[in-house]
């Protein structure tokens, strides 16, 4: 049986990392990566592979924004299933990392409402698409990571939209954990505060090029599989930000919602067409 991993968002950031740390510690017959840029899954494949003595990593190129491209990846898996079928055991998904994911910066009525909706259909639809398809080749032992983020634990002004999905992320994890719980699957969310990837370019329509505060992603990505094997549900890297999510418990959801809409404002250039603009979200994919 070939034992696979699929990791989404995989064309930088945390995705990248992912696959670089699981292709460098974790015993995997192939890698998926899965993105919109296709060149540079192609570069992350041949720097991985260089280090190998055998092909390890498969650059899939897809856009996850909705259903068709769960689709697009499902098809793929089940003809990669029944090729193996006819000389082994099929596949067995032993780690699936969604990691796709964006978000915006900017009060609601100020952000266009296609940019919300496609931020849905990522960040909550592909990613319960791609747990739903990816169980039936999943045995004892195999692992989810949904990234979600600290926003999860509160709503925020200025990112409500964003921090709902990340909300639904979370609750989506935990449930499934306990589900799956007698099958050996486990499942963890990542709810990380500040790193430094690309989101603020994009969360930003380009105002602010770096993550205010970011620090590097491979600490967070390698304490996030440690505990995700370890059946662990969530995973906080910092101490800052576990001590914000328990203190969140404590805190008014309206006057934390209210505060960060006051007093929480992030930099972003105006959508040129509020209600139809659409956005390449190819930073993610």
């Known amino acids: 049986m070939k034992n696979i991993a699929v990791v989404t968002g995989a064309s930088s950031g945390m995705g990248r990392e992912f696959a670089i ?6 015993d995997f017959d192939e890698i998926w990566i899965v993105a919109r840029r296709l060149k540079k899954l192609e570069e992350l494949a041949q720097t991985i592979n260089q280090t190998k003595n055998f092909q390890v990593v498969r650059p899939v190129q897809l856009d996850l924004c909705g259903m068709e491209g769960v689709r697009q990846l499902e098809n793929l898996l089940k003809e990669e299933n029944e090729k193996l079928l006819k000389v082994e055991s099929g596949i ?13 910066y900017g ?12 931020m849905v259909q990522l960040n909550c639809t592909a990613l319960t698409g791609l747990c739903g398809i990816a169980l039936p080749f999943m045995k004892d032992g195999s ?21 709902a999905t990340k909300a639904y992320v979370l ?14 699957i486990k499942v963890s969310a990542l709810c990380p505060g500040s790193v430094s990837t690309e989101f603020a370019n994009i969360a930003s329509n380009g105002a602010r090029k770096e993550v205010k505060g970011g620090i590097p992603p491979e600490g967070v990505v390698a304490q996030c599989l440690a ?9 906080l890297y910092r101490l800052k930000w576990r001590l914000t999510a328990f203190m969140s418990r404590f805190v008014g959801r309206g006057l934390v919602a209210r505060y960060t809409y006051k007093h929480m404002q992030r930099p972003r250039n105006p959508d040129k067409d509020q209600m139809n603009k659409e956005i390449s979200v190819e930073e993610f994919l």
């Open 227 to 235: 505990r995700a094997y370890k059946g662990k549900l969530t995973s």
């Open 21 to 26: 740390q699981i292709a460098k510690s974790y």
């Open 171 to 184: 609750s989506l994890s935990v449930a499934l954990a306990a589900e799956l719980k007698n099958r050996g």
């Open 143 to 163: 692992v989810i990571i949904n990234t979600s983020s600290l926003a999860a634990f509160m709503p925020l002004g200025n990112f409500a939209v964003y921090a």
């Open 107 to 118: 009060p609601f009525e100020e952000t266009s409402v296609t940019v919300q909706m496609q």
């Open 92 to 104: 067995k998904i032993g780690l699936l990392v969604n990691n796709a994911g964006y978000g915006t």
